[in-house]
């Protein structure tokens, strides 16, 4: 079985530019989820997505966005990079059940976003 | 602050003995999840507790969770170099619908 997989691995932007990250989930998850990790640091959840839809977002400004397309592949866009944007952008997917709580995560390996 | 809180921030140990990370959460949840990550990786599923159960085994892992103090620990067993590693607690809150992960335990295992 193939696990969640991210594209690119790396990025380097300046301020200012957009980006947008991939993931692709396991065979057979709906959920996909977006986090942020800087540096040392945990986890801070950005978004997630179920059947095609935004279920929940975390506290982050509207220049962080993303979709969920038929395939339960995902994109997250950030519009106007700024220098505290620099971090490891982790996906991860799950089996949707109702409450999506109880179902463990499975990581893709980030995509790893400078900025210059 | 984060809903799950771990602790050590960081612990070091040589090969072969115990470690103990501990994870304090702040409000009721459904259940309470261990991860753990390699450096410049993603985040690895160890193990899922229920609200009702107390404690689980996992190989040489062993979870405990305590309602009552809002707390879960996390025991591994004669450790390893390879388990060096930072491990996050998660939580799933009750009524809500994400899991919020703590700062995490770095766990540094000497050889």
């Known amino acids: 079985e193939a696990g969640v997989t991210q594209s690119p691995t790396h990025l380097i932007k300046t301020r200012g530019q957009q980006v947008t990250l991939r993931c692709s989930p396991i065979?057979?998850?709906?959920?996909v989820y977006w986090y942020q990790q800087a540096l040392g640091l945990g986890l801070q959840f950005l978004l997630w997505?179920?059947?095609?839809?935004?279920?929940n977002r975390g506290n982050f400004p509207p220049r962080f966005s993303g979709r969920q397309f038929p395939n339960y592949s995902s994109e997250l866009n950030v519009n106007a990079l700024e220098l505290e944007d620099s971090a490891l952008y982790l996906c991860?997917?799950?089996?949707?059940?109702?409450?999506?709580?109880?179902?463990?995560?499975?990581f893709g390996d980030g995509t790893r976003l400078s900025i210059l | 602050s984060q809903q799950g809180e771990e602790d050590p921030q960081a612990l070091s140990i040589q090969e072969g003995e115990n470690a103990t990370m501990n994870c304090s959460y702040k409000?009721?949840?459904?259940?309470l999840q261990w991860y753990r990550q390699n450096s410049g990786r993603g985040l690895v599923h160890l193990i899922l507790?229920?609200?009702?159960?107390r404690e689980k085994h996992s190989g040489r892992l062993r979870v405990t969770l305590d309602t009552s103090k809002k707390s879960s620990s996390l025991l591994i067993t004669a450790s390893r170099a390879a388990d060096t590693a930072s491990y996050f607690c998660?939580?799933?809150?009750?009524?809500?619908?994400?899991?919020?992960f703590g700062a995490g335990t770095r766990l540094f295992v000497k050889a």
């Open positions: 507790i229920r609200s009702n159960e």
């Open positions: 997505y179920d059947e095609g839809e935004e279920r």
């Open positions: 991860a997917s799950s089996l949707a059940l109702w409450g999506n709580s109880n179902q463990p995560q499975h």
């Open positions: 998660a939580t799933a809150p009750s009524g809500g619908f994400k899991t919020i």
């Open positions: 065979s057979g998850h709906t959920s």
């Open positions: 409000t009721s949840i459904n259940n």
